[in-house]
């Protein structure tokens, strides 16, 4: 995940007459706009008492309100985003089923819909968070890159009237009730920070300055710029929240801004120092500090007064100093390597202290022997080791501890004792004087690398860790008084007024085993601990350190912290950390800070540049901000006072092995790391850098780029995150609030009717509230031994049982072809639900959406509806049924005419009917006659011939018609002279007289017929009945030869008269 700052609006209670009407959970999700809508709508969320469009630069919401005899109730305004870009809509948590539309605006089908969503695109680092919360309310948070990201965001309000700020809330007063928008919930340091709303050019935003997540907030990340290859060592903090860089530079190429020394004073490095703005978006100082030969910064804090602090090591003998400095020449030594650099002439240490811009010298000293200084050359577990050392920056002086291998250094307290021993000075605050000094160690080779200031029975005390490899530095009394074999991480109790050693310790096992850091806060270690003086180291090991029993660890790895009382007799605990194996190390430390809730943080970095480690299969927490590695990262931890992960992310980009070359970074306070990173190396710019606008987003140089990271680990408050599952309940009914107390033992809950409750309470809660009403649940959480607390409010709506009426009104039309139904409320309707069977199967469940509609597919009736109204509260209904017909459509229309010829003028015979017709129509003259009307009907024809009618079916419920036209002919009667046989034919298959047979109106005429046909001999070659004979002049299916043949033929006419006729007929088939 990204951690972020926010804003978390909740959206919107519609009040009218005192009764809430909340946004309630749909049963459809978000719905993008798939070309449905106009394009201004990115998507809709349809809820029971809005419509709410998600637009390309706002929301808009059509609010249901309360209706009355002059208006339908409904309001509809737009929150529009003050100078927001056009937004990009993503759907997030597909819910189950698809959606069609077919709208007058457009038409969308299969369209997917989503549980929350996310708007981007909005606003610069800013995007825009969209749920519905389980208490009924439209939730929006906005998400910020960085808190000055938020400060873009705006919002006006279109067709509401002017805004008024009250308390918490927005208020807009409408005609029949008024609207309020919550004031957003800021989280920051300590849970919930004080924000308000904020009037400015007509359009209103939330303000809460110190806005920010109880989750890690990354605030900015940004690389050097330097085009001169540059490394990465130190960084800290100021007094304004800015973070101080230093690392080295190769050449000239580095960006200078109002800095103490402008230019690249040659041999080889010179210190690069930079000042960032808390945002990282700009650089406030950039400058070298050097000589004409190598330098390293080392460590850097800032005094009280805004002073920066530098301790390094520089083998240059005309570094830039003022004439104050205690010590003004260089001392030199012998060629070393340095870590990653070698130091020809050997080193000296060096303090520089600068003024809040950087860009004044405000003193500066040498320290050392004629041996090398500052250099741990003995005592290495990592890349970077020869690179340690720290420095303080108290009221009374500077306290340097680092290693020396200066057997002539000067000591104000104890000599020298072998071959590397620690080193602590004590520096007067300008540099100017040594307060006191002393080497501290035994016969083999020592080394000094973190150190801490704390009070202890009335006096400050200075503690230091490190490691040794001699066997004489513990105390009798002391926790692990010897050397446990191949060094051993070594700790020491020293009165910081004197230089007078006081308690030490060992702590190690058979293996290599060093003390990087160490953390001490009185409060922090009282809660953690129950002993305000207890201190806490942390380092490396590859030996087997066993974690103590209850504690949070992974057995067997590499890091480890361990605290110890402030007389180093008593470790209180311990556990290791890392990937499960000492063969290598994981993660070399850069950073540690105690806080006062006695978190524990921690900051390293591991990969193929340390010696081949890797920082695979750590621990990471679920809110990580990255949780993968190519194996070569940073690594962050927070650990809770009782030992358990807080937070755990990598931080990296690859292919680059990001690192420091030594140094320490710092954690402030307030859980803000200023970390230092060596990045980019080979060139890269893959190192994670935001926000979108910092200093410098790409390295510059052919090489490496130091970055600046600042991230705020804001984890130790209460937390409370609590919900109801169920917001609206009936009177009598309990209601439940579940969810989770982070770091909290106590809780007081005001359920908002007069009870309250309290005490060391877990969730759930329960209670139950007899009267109706709104309510506002307020619940506070208190982390007694941190002194920190947070609270959440949550509405709740309790329902005086309302008896429910099923009273709508059928709404539909009979002929309607796409059998379409809705039923409309009344005045009478009561109900909160509504559940519909339509007869034919389906059903219908509806939050109050009316009108009910439906569409029958091929069913006409008569259905049943059964409309049930549901008090889904209180559990009690009421029932209604309805009957709807629909007018099916006409059926086939079919018919057919008989035909009298007989008598003075033919009779027809009509004979027509379809399915649903109420009349048949009929038009013997065409439709320009009256027509007959019935299913049977008769008319007469003025004689033989071809004749047609028109017959309509109507439907005159439905108005709908449809249309035959019914040939029919007559054929002549009476005369049976006007049947005529013909003389010839020619069956020659030329389509031409290829038959003997009658003319069609005489076959027509015949209701009988005998033909009997014979050949010159007597022979019958063909007989037939049938009127419309055909003959083709063949015999048992052969052709008979051309010649005349001879007929007897006997008839009775359609009308019953007899007659006869005696002929021949020609065969000839060669005729044409």
């Not at 180093?568 to 809730?597: E, K, W």
């Not at 063949?1034 to 006729?1061: H, K, M, Q, S």
Request: with cysteine; hydrophobic share 35%.
């Amino acid at each position: 995940m990204r951690s972020r700052i926010l804003w978390i609006f909740l959206l919107m209670s519609f009040f009218a007459h005192a009764q809430p009407t909340e946004i309630s959970r749909p049963a459809i999700g978000f719905v993008p706009n798939q070309g449905q809508w106009p394009v201004e709508v990115l998507a809709q969320l349809p809820t029971e008492t809005a419509r709410i469009w998600i637009l390309q630069d706002g929301i808009r919401f059509s609010l249901r309100g309360p209706s009355d005899e002059d208006s339908i109730g409904l309001f509809v305004f737009t929150e529009r985003f003050e100078g927001a870009d056009p937004g990009r809509f993503v759907g997030q948590g597909p819910l189950a089923g698809q959606l069609s539309y077919f709208l007058p605006s457009g038409t969308a089908s299969r369209v997917p819909h989503y549980a929350s969503a996310v708007v981007d695109g909005l606003y610069p680092g800013v995007r825009l968070e969209l749920e519905l919360s389980a208490d009924g309310f439209l939730k929006t948070t906005w998400v910020g890159d960085s808190p000055e990201a938020l400060k873009s965001v705006a919002s006006h309000f279109e067709g509401l009237p002017e805004g008024e700020a009250r308390g918490r809330y927005l208020h807009f007063e409408l005609p029949v009730g008024r609207l309020e928008m919550d004031l957003p919930h800021a989280e920051g340091l300590r849970g919930e920070v004080h924000a308000q709303w904020l009037s400015r050019d007509n359009a209103w935003t939330p303000v809460a300055p110190k806005a920010t997540r109880i989750d890690p907030v990354y605030r900015f990340s940004t690389f050097s710029g330097s085009v001169s290859d540059n490394f990465g060592y130190t960084a800290t903090y100021d007094l304004q929240g800015r973070t101080w860089l230093g690392g080295i530079a190769f050449g000239a190429q580095f960006p200078v801004v109002n800095g103490v020394q402008s230019s690249f004073a040659g041999g080889g490095t010179d210190v690069a120092l930079m000042l960032f703005s808390p945002d990282g978006t700009s650089l406030l100082c950039g400058t070298y500090y050097g000589g004409g030969n190598r330098e390293q910064p080392h460590s850097m804090m800032v005094g009280p007064n805004g002073d920066l602090v530098v301790m390094g090591i520089t083998g240059s003998a005309n570094l830039p100093h003022t004439a104050t400095g205690y010590d003004t020449t260089y001392a030199g030594g012998t060629s070393i390597n340095g870590g990653g650099q070698s130091f020809n002439q050997g080193s000296d240490l060096y303090v520089l202290r600068l003024d809040s811009t950087g860009s004044v010298l405000q003193g500066m000293t040498y320290l050392g022997g004629t041996g090398n200084d500052g250099v741990n050359a003995n005592l290495v577990m990592n890349y970077g080791d020869q690179a340690r050392g720290e420095v303080l920056v108290a009221p009374d002086g500077v306290y340097i501890a680092t290693s020396t291998l200066s057997a002539n250094f000067s000591s104000t307290m104890m000599p020298a004792h072998g071959m590397q021993d620690g080193l602590v000075v004590k520096l007067a605050p300008g540099l100017d004087y040594v307060s006191w000094s002393s080497h501290f160690g035994g016969p083999s080779h020592d080394a000094i690398f973190g150190a801490t200031l704390q009070e202890h029975q009335g006096q400050v005390k200075l503690f230091t860790v490190g490691g040794s490899f001699s066997d004489s530095l513990g105390t009798s009394s002391g926790y692990q008084p010897l050397n446990a074999g191949l060094g051993d991480a070594w700790v020491q109790r020293i009165d910081a007024a004197t230089g007078i050693l006081e308690k030490t310790t060992y702590l190690g096992t058979t293996g290599p085993d060093l003390g990087f850091m160490i953390a001490q806060n009185p409060e922090g270690a009282y809660k953690a601990i129950g002993d305000s003086s207890a201190i806490a180291i942390v380092g490396n090991t590859k030996g087997l350190m066993s974690t103590t029993n209850g504690i949070w660890g992974q057995p067997s790895s590499s890091q480890y912290m361990a605290w110890f009382d402030a007389e180093l007799t008593t470790l209180y605990r311990l556990q290791t950390f890392g990937s499960g194996t000492t063969s290598s190390i994981n993660c070399s430390p850069t950073a540690f800070m105690m806080d006062v809730c006695g978190s524990l943080y921690f900051s390293g970095w591991g990969g193929l540049a340390n010696n081949g480690g890797n920082t695979q299969n750590l621990y990471t927490t679920a809110n990580a901000f990255q949780t993968t590695t190519d194996g070569s990262d940073f690594y962050f931890l927070v650990l809770n006072r009782q030992g358990g992960p807080l937070y755990a992310s990598y931080f990296g980009g690859s292919p680059s092995y990001e690192h420091v070359d030594g140094g320490t970074s710092r954690f402030d306070p307030q859980g803000v790391i200023h970390q230092a990173i060596c990045a980019g190396c080979g060139g890269n710019s893959n190192l994670p850098i935001f926000p979108h606008n910092a200093y410098s987003l790409t390295n510059n140089a052919g090489n490496c780029n130091m970055a600046a990271v600042q991230i705020a680990f804001e984890l130790q408050a209460a937390e409370i995150n609590l919900d109801l599952t169920a917001d609206t309940l009936c009177a009598g009914n309990q209601a439940f609030l579940t969810g989770t107390m982070g770091l909290a033992d106590s809780v007081y809950i005001d359920w908002g009717d007069g009870s309250q409750q309290s005490g060391a309470l877990q969730p759930p809660y329960v209670h139950g509230y007899g009267l109706p009403g709104p309510f506002v649940i307020t619940v506070e959480a208190y982390d007694t031994v941190c002194a920190t607390q947070a609270s959440q409010q949550i509405p709740i709506f309790i329902a005086t049982p309302n008896a429910p009426r099923a009273a709508m009104t059928l709404v539909y039309d009979p002929c309607d072809t796409a059998l379409h139904v809705e039923l409309h409320p009344t005045d009478s309707l009561v109900s909160n639900a509504l559940l519909v069977l339509w007869g034919d199967g389906s059903s219908h469940y509806e939050r109050m959406q009316c009108p009910l509609i439906h569409n029958y597919r091929g069913i006409y009736g008569p259905t049943t509806i059964t409309l049930i109204a549901l008090d889904t509260l209180c559990g009690v209904a009421d029932t209604a049924y309805y009957v709807v017909t629909f007018r099916p459509p006409l059926g086939e229309l079919r018919g057919e005419i008989t035909v009298n010829p007989c008598g003075s003028a033919p009779l027809m015979s009509g004979q027509a009917n379809a399915n649903y017709a109420t009349h048949i129509l009929w038009y013997p003259q065409g439709f320009s006659g009256s027509p007959l009307r019935g299913r049977e009907r008769f008319w007469t024809v003025s004689g033989p011939g071809q004749y047609s009618v028109a017959v309509v079916a109507w439907d005159s419920l439905c108005d709908r018609r449809d249309t035959v036209f019914l040939a029919y002919e007559v054929p002549p009667i009476d005369d049976p002279d006007a049947i005529q046989f013909p003389n010839m034919f020619s069956p020659n298959n030329d389509g031409i007289n290829d038959a003997f047979r009658l003319s069609g109106s005489g076959a027509q005429a015949l209701s009988d017929l005998a033909l009997t046909v014979y050949d010159r001999w007597g022979q019958k070659v063909f007989a037939t009945s049938d009127p419309a004979f055909a003959w083709d002049g063949r015999f048992r299916n052969r052709p008979l030869l051309d010649g005349v043949y001879f007929y007897v033929a006997r008839w009775t006419t359609t009308c019953g008269i007899p007659g006869e006729a005696h002929g021949a007929v020609t065969l000839n088939k060669t005729l044409p």
